[in-house]
């Protein structure tokens, strides 16, 4: 997914129900040196119709729209735009595009290959957002003459961990799909709020639920094995770890670490590598089977990589894992006969920070 933020201008919201036409045109301008030069350098020189699947979200929050657009370059220039219909509001929600103005936000996320087939794009206001339109103000630094900036899936989840308590129920961002866990993807990362009130984010299509629970299990087992290059990395060699769960998948726990070196006297540990492209903070999941094993076994760690990315992450290794273990079982006695739980969503920050570390994962 290749993802821009941009400021929008008259002519952006001129493509809104609500809005005016700007000079005659409805159109939202995709800046060439980021649409062509980074994105899809492919359509250089093409001046076809690129059909896509354009997916609206927001301001503050409310039912993505789906509908089908064209992006197209202007015959006699570099402009791409793009163009189409005008967005009206969705049955229900009148004067939904109202509230945009100029200087609020647009987030485009791209995703196809060699060219754009489904473009997400998440509208941002001062008025609805208050909080998230402030956080890429500060982050994003637009002037006159940058008004468009292509961002990584690391700032979006930044942008979405800092702005996060301004929603009661999913985050405008969460439709663009970036949910790290399968327990993410399923309930969100307040479990709780979820299951009581419908969420704001709206519908999710079946395709669109298999999409993202597919991609959760790449990043799941991604993060595993950056874990098995940071052991690498820091002086482990390969008859001093196993990566027990890649080959067996419900395995309560990935790695059984022979000599901890990051430990005094390099003790065997058994790691679970929790990870996430957000900051350490973001809620990480356990389920009762590694709560039991951790409670039993007194020598478990978990593997925080937290802001992966493509290039870098951050490791912090966790402990107190037994003690945190027994407690959270102990809490599951008082349930009623019958009810049954099978993992915890929990904040990181109950585990004492044994070790931390930088690593760069890739060129």
Known sequence: MKIAIKLLSDSDLSLFE???AYAGRRTVELDANIFLGEFYPGLKGLYEQVAISLVVAGPGGGDAQRLTREIQRARGSGRWCLEGERIHAPVGKPGRYDTLTVGDYGIFAFDGVTRPNIVTLVLVSAHDDPRL???????CGFTAQRSIVAVSELLIAELRAVSGV????????????FRDTVEEVLFGDTATAQILER???GSMLHADLRQQLHSAGEFVQWGEELFGMWLVASGHGEEEFEWVSQTHVRSVFDYEVRSAKWINGAPVVFVCVKST????????????GELR???????????????????SMMVRILAGVETVAGRMLRDLD???????AESFQMDPMMF?????AVLESRS
């Open 199 to 201: 969420p704001s984010g």
């Open 352 to 356: 004492e920070v044994e070790w931390e």
């Open 293 to 311: 094993f951790a409670a039993r076994m007194g020598c478990c760690r978990i593997a925080r990589l937290y802001a992966v990315d493509g290039n």
């Open 277 to 288: 492209r957000g900051p350490f903070e973001r809620p990480l999941h356990l389920t009762v």
């Open 334 to 340: 008082a349930f009623p006969p019958g009810a049954l």
């Open 18 to 20: 609500g809005h005016v």
């Open 133 to 139: 339109h402030e956080v890429i103000t500060s982050r």
């Open 166 to 177: 301004a929603y009661s129920g999913e985050h405008p961002l969460d439709v663009l799909g």
